[in-house]
């Protein structure tokens, strides 16, 4: 059962131009989102967070967006660049209970120069 | 510093036999976290640990599978009689925090990545 889902596999978006991301969830219990950034042959890296108690954070280009209504969330990058070409994770826990992270299957971005 | 390094990157084996994953997380990190990845398809959770205490193995498919940390740092994930369909990328993250208490990011490894045949 997949509690993290990001239904779009892949994104192209023009250079400059605002890419957006999105991921639904379905456990009301999670209450911390994160947004991992992997490349080819390498592990995922972290990238931005956002805990519950928030709608929004922001760090230089990325931002990400939280509905806990509709238990959305999205991440916008704005101005993309060829160089955020790569396969972007959302994960999602439970604070305090482990740690464990719930992935979604991952939305490849390319960015057309 | 150095980052998460698992080893070997590479294990090409033949079903039936025993294989040993190793995971060297950051220095300092307490929570250690074995995650299996498929082709397509994010990380899945598979069992952690805060210092050497195995904390959830809830993940774990089956008793095939076991891992320990028996001083706080190095993580070996263990698969005895392998089977074809424990074929994946097996990725170890470390976080510097008790994940009990505390919700930190985690510093993801290369992985290793298992072919059973």
């Known amino acids: 059962d997949q509690q993290v889902k990001q239904n779009s596999p892949s994104l192209s978006v023009q250079e400059g131009r605002i890419s957006i991301l999105n991921c639904d969830y379905t456990?009301?219990?999670?209450?911390?989102f994160l947004w991992y950034k992997k490349y080819p042959a390498e592990g995922p890296t972290f990238l931005i967070s956002i805990s519950s108690i928030k709608d929004k954070n922001e760090d230089g280009r990325f931002t990400v967006f939280l509905n806990k209504s509709a238990k959305h969330l999205s991440l916008h990058i704005v101005p993309s660049q060829p160089g955020d070409s790569a396969v972007y994770f959302c994960?999602?826990?439970?604070?305090?209970?482990?740690?464990?992270?719930?992935f979604g299957t991952g939305t490849s971005l390319t960015v057309i120069p | 510093g150095a980052g998460v390094s698992q080893s070997p990157r590479y294990k090409v084996t033949k079903r039936g036999q025993d294989v040993a994953l190793r995971c060297d997380p950051i220095s300092g990190h307490v929570s250690l976290y074995w995650y299996r990845q498929a082709l397509g398809q994010g990380p899945e959770f598979l069992t952690y640990?805060?210092?050497?205490?195995?904390?959830?193995k809830s993940g774990l498919p089956n008793d095939r599978f076991s891992a320990e940390r028996p001083e706080g740092s190095i993580s070996t994930l263990t698969i005895q009689r392998t089977e074809q369909r424990d074929s994946a990328m097996y990725r170890c993250a470390s976080s510097p925090r008790d994940g009990g208490t505390d919700t930190d990011t985690q510093y993801f490894g290369p992985g290793t990545r298992l072919t059973v045949l």
């Open positions: 640990f805060n210092y050497e205490a195995q904390q959830d």
């Open positions: 456990n009301s219990m999670f209450d911390y």
């Open positions: 994960a999602a826990t439970v604070s305090n209970t482990g740690n464990q992270f719930y």
